[in-house]
C-alpha cells in the first residue's frame, strides 16, 4: 500500500517537466549568435576524430538463412519458404551539433579578456592569469568523472570532441561590450548556462570559483540533449554535489565529497546555511524539497544548499547509492519520475525519517558509513517486562527494537563502558558522559534517545526531539513509537569509537487514576 503521502509524491513525479533551473539552466535551443568580427581559424576548429565519426555510420548487413524444417513435421514439396524477418538497425543517438560562436581572440585580447582552452574547455576571463590559466585543466579532470557519472555522450553528426566554451567575468560590462554575452539569455545572477556555454562572476574565493565553474560545467555535459525531464531539485543539487570537489597533495582532484573542512571550502558555505536554517524551523521533508520549482534558486542559496544535500543523502547511503546514482543516465523524458518512484518503493516515511535526521545533524565531515539510520520497527513492551538493547558507541542512532506507547511510563537504565577517543589518552566513558567535553549541549558519551512514531503518523516533529537519560531515567512516553539511542559524540568522530552499553528497558506500572469519592 502507498500511503497518502506517498501517492501525492508518485502523482507529482509523474508529471513533472523540465523547467529553467535557477542558476541559469536553459533546455531551449540557442538562437545563433552574433558578433561583430569573426575570424575562422585552424586554431579553433572543431576537431575531427576517426573513430567516433565511424561509429556514426554502422555499417548495417543482413544475415539470411535458409528455412528450416521444424522438428517432427513432414516437409512437403510444395511448402513455402518462410520469408527471413528485416531486422531494423538501431537508430543512431545524436548530441545537438556544436553550434557555439568561434570569436576573434585578438581583438578581445585587445579588450583585457584572454582565451585559455584545453580540450574540454575554451575559457575566456579577464581574471588573474595565474589563476586562469588552472581553470582548463581542472575541467578536464571533471569531464572524466562525468563521463563516469552520467554516462558518454552521443557523439554529434559532424563527430567533434564535445567542449564547453565558458566565460568567468570580473568585470561584466567587458563582456557585454565584446559581445560574448546573448542578448537572449536570461538574467545572470552568480551563473548561467545554454547547451555548450556557460556566463558565471569571478568569484572572491579560490574555491568558490572552482566551484561554480564546475557546477556550470556539470549543467553543459547533462544537459546538452534534447528533452530533459529530470526535475530542477536534482538538476541544482547533483550539480552542486558533483562542483564539491577537494585537491590532493599530488594535485588529483576529488569531485562529489562531503565537505570535511570548513576551511578548505571557502564559500561554499551550504552545511552552514542548513545549520542556520534548522535551528530557526524543522528540516525540510523530502515533498518540500522534491517541490522546488526554479523560482526557488532564484537569489536563494538556501535552496541550493538542500538540494546539495538531498542529492548527498542519497548519493552516499549505503542502501539507495546505487540506485540513485542510475538516475543521472535517465535525465530525458519521463523515465527519471518513473525511476525514483521505483527507488524509494513505498518506503516514503521510513526514508523521510532517515532524511530528516539526516539534515539536521549534518556537519562538516559527516561520517555516512557509521551514522546512516536503518528504520526497524519496534515491538511492544509487556508491563514488568524488561527488554535489552544493545548500543554501539562508533554507531549514530540504532533501533533498540521496542517499542513504547504514549502515557505510559518507562524505565531505562545503561550498563557499560566504552572510549570515545584514543589520542592522547583513552577517553574511558559511562552512559552519564564525561564532562569535560560538549557536543550538542550534552557532554560526549551520555545516552540520548529519541522516539520515531507509528507508521501512521503524520506529523514527524516529535522524531527530531532528543532526550538526554545517562546511565538511569524513568519517564512518561509523549507519543506512541520506536525508541532509538546513540552515545552522544560528533559525527565526524564516531570512527575512533570502541566499546558498547546494554540498554535495559522497563515497562512501569502506571498507578491506577482516582475515583470521584478521592480527595
Known amino acids: 500500500m502507498i500511503d497518502c503521502c506517498q501517492?501525492?509524491?508518485?502523482?507529482w513525479l509523474a508529471g513533472i517537466s523540465f523547467l529553467v533551473t535557477g542558476c541559469g539552466s536553459d533546455s531551449s535551443a540557442p538562437q545563433a549568435p552574433v558578433e561583430s568580427e569573426v575570424v575562422i581559424s585552424s586554431e579553433s576548429a572543431p576537431v575531427k576524430t576517426g573513430s567516433t565519426k565511424a561509429s556514426q555510420k554502422p555499417a548495417v548487413k543482413q544475415a539470411t538463412s535458409k528455412a528450416e524444417p521444424v522438428a517432427g513435421t513432414a516437409s512437403h514439396p510444395k511448402a513455402k519458404t518462410a520469408k527471413p524477418t528485416a531486422v531494423k538497425a538501431p537508430e543512431t543517438i545524436y548530441r545537438p551539433s556544436d553550434a557555439r560562436p568561434i570569436h576573434n581572440n585578438q581583438r578581445l585580447a585587445l579588450l583585457g579578456i584572454h582565451c585559455y582552452e584545453s580540450p574540454r574547455l575554451k575559457l575566456y576571463t579577464d581574471i588573474d592569469p595565474e589563476i586562469a590559466k588552472q581553470l582548463p585543466a581542472i575541467v578536464d579532470q571533471a569531464y572524466l568523472s562525468l563521463v563516469k557519472y552520467f554516462g558518454p555522450l552521443p557523439p554529434d553528426r559532424e563527430g567533434t570532441e564535445f567542449q564547453v566554451t565558458g566565460y568567468i567575468m570580473q568585470n561584466r560590462e567587458l563582456f557585454k561590450k565584446a559581445g560574448v554575452i546573448l542578448d537572449a539569455l536570461p538574467e545572470i545572477v552568480n551563473g548561467r548556462h545554454l547547451r555548450a556555454q556557460f556566463w558565471m562572476d569571478a568569484q572572491s574565493e579560490n574555491y568558490y570559483l572552482r566551484h561554480l565553474m564546475l557546477h556550470e560545467y556539470t549543467h553543459c555535459y547533462s544537459m546538452i540533449m534534447e528533452n530533459i525531464g529530470a526535475p530542477v531539485?536534482?538538476?541544482?543539487?547533483?550539480?552542486?554535489?558533483v562542483a564539491t570537489h577537494s585537491i590532493g597533495k599530488d594535485g588529483k582532484i576529488q569531485?562529489?565529497?562531503m565537505p570535511d573542512d570548513k576551511n578548505d571550502f571557502g564559500g561554499l558555505g551550504r552545511i552552514s546555511l542548513l545549520e542556520e536554517a534548522v535551528l530557526a524551523a524543522p528540516p525540510k521533508s523530502m515533498r518540500e524539497v522534491m517541490q522546488f520549482t526554479s523560482n526557488d534558486f532564484v537569489g536563494n542559496n538556501t535552496a541550493y544548499a538542500w538540494s546539495w544535500a538531498f542529492c548527498q543523502f542519497f548519493d552516499k547511503h549505503p542502501e539507495y547509492a546505487k540506485s540513485f546514482r542510475e538516475l543521472a543516465r535517465h535525465l530525458q523524458?519521463?523515465?527519471f519520475s518513473s525511476r525514483v518512484t521505483r527507488m524509494i518503493k513505498g518506503n516514503y516515511s521510513d526514508?523521510?525519517?532517515a532524511w530528516l535526521l539526516f539534515a539536521k545533524n549534518l556537519q562538516h565531515g559527516y561520517d555516512f558509513e557509521r551514522a546512516t539510520l536503518t528504520i526497524a520497527p519496534g515491538l511492544p513492551l509487556v508491563?514488568?517486562?524488561s527488554l535489552d538493547a544493545t548500543i554501539q558507541s562508533n554507531r549514530g542512532w540504532q533501533s533498540s527494537g521496542i517499542e513504547v506507547e504514549q502515557g505510559n511510563t518507562y524505565e531505562v537504565t545503561a550498563d557499560g563502558q566504552f572510549t570515545l577517543a584514543q589520542q592522547p589518552k583513552p577517553w574511558e566513558s559511562t552512559a552519564d558522559g564525561i564532562s569535560f567535553r560538549y557536543f550538542k549541549g550534552q557532554p560526549l558519551g551520555r545516552l540520548?534517545?529519541?522516539?520515531?512514531p507509528a507508521e501512521d503518523a503524520a506529523d514527524m516533529?516529535?522524531?527530531l526531539q532528543e532526550y538526554p537519560l545517562g546511565a538511569n531515567a524513568t519517564w512518561m512516553a509523549p507519543v506512541t513509537g520506536t525508541l532509538y539511542f546513540r552515545l552522544n559524540d560528533a559525527w565526524d568522530e564516531l570512527a575512533d569509537n570502541t566499546g558498547q552499553v546494554t540498554v535495559k528497558i522497563t515497562q512501569k506500572q502506571n498507578p491506577a487514576a482516582p475515583t470521584g469519592s478521592e480527595k
Open 233 to 241: 531539485w536534482y538538476l541544482e543539487g547533483i550539480a552542486e554535489s
Open 333 to 335: 523524458g519521463p523515465a
Open 255 to 257: 569531485f562529489n565529497v
Open 383 to 385: 508491563p514488568d517486562l
Open 351 to 353: 526514508l523521510n525519517a
Open 461 to 463: 516533529r516529535p522524531f
Open 448 to 452: 540520548l534517545m529519541l522516539i520515531k
Open 7 to 11: 501517492h501525492r509524491i508518485i502523482c
